[in-house]
């Protein structure tokens, strides 16, 4: 019985400390693939950003950001929505995101990126060196 004792005061001890720890946890921001409760939109070129209701990854709806490659254009092909409290420099913070790729999206060799913060914001963005055919 004294060694059960034992154990059980150590699991406590043990309990206290990590629950200690995940109380600094916290989530900041959570959207369920809406358009709203973001703090803004950066549109470049021919982007877009709408709602839909399919394709979805949980829930009923999601967000859809397209972008148009145009060869006459020089410039940035942003297309995404912004949360200005995301990051900044010193902190720890975590997120995720997803991508649906259609059974009929065609690659190209280009030297793009999927990127998904900044600096400033945690700011969802998602460039692709494909295409649907």
């Given at each position: 019985m004294k060694y059960d004792r034992t154990v059980n005061v150590w699991?406590?001890?043990?309990?206290l400390v990590l629950a200690a720890h995940s109380g600094q946890a916290a989530v900041l921001f959570h959207n369920t693939g809406t358009t709203s409760g973001w703090d803004g939109r950066s549109?470049?070129?021919?982007?877009?950003?709408?709602?839909?209701?399919?394709?979805?990854?949980?829930?009923t709806t999601a967000v859809r950001v397209t972008q148009t490659y145009d060869a006459?254009?020089?410039?940035?092909?942003?297309?995404?929505l912004v949360r200005n409290d995301g990051y900044t420099p010193g902190?720890?913070?975590?997120?995720?995101?997803?991508?649906?790729?259609?059974?009929?999206?065609?690659?190209?060799?280009?030297?793009?990126?999927?990127?998904?913060?900044?600096p400033t914001s945690a700011t969802p963005a998602a460039t692709t060196g494909a295409r649907p055919r």
């Open positions: 699991l406590t001890a043990v309990g549109l470049e070129h021919n982007g877009t950003i709408s709602q839909v209701t399919s394709p979805v990854y949980k829930g006459s254009y020089s410039g940035r092909y942003h297309a995404e902190q720890m913070r975590f997120y995720g995101f997803a991508f649906y790729i259609p059974s009929n999206w065609q690659s190209v060799s280009q030297a793009t990126t999927s990127r998904s913060s900044s």
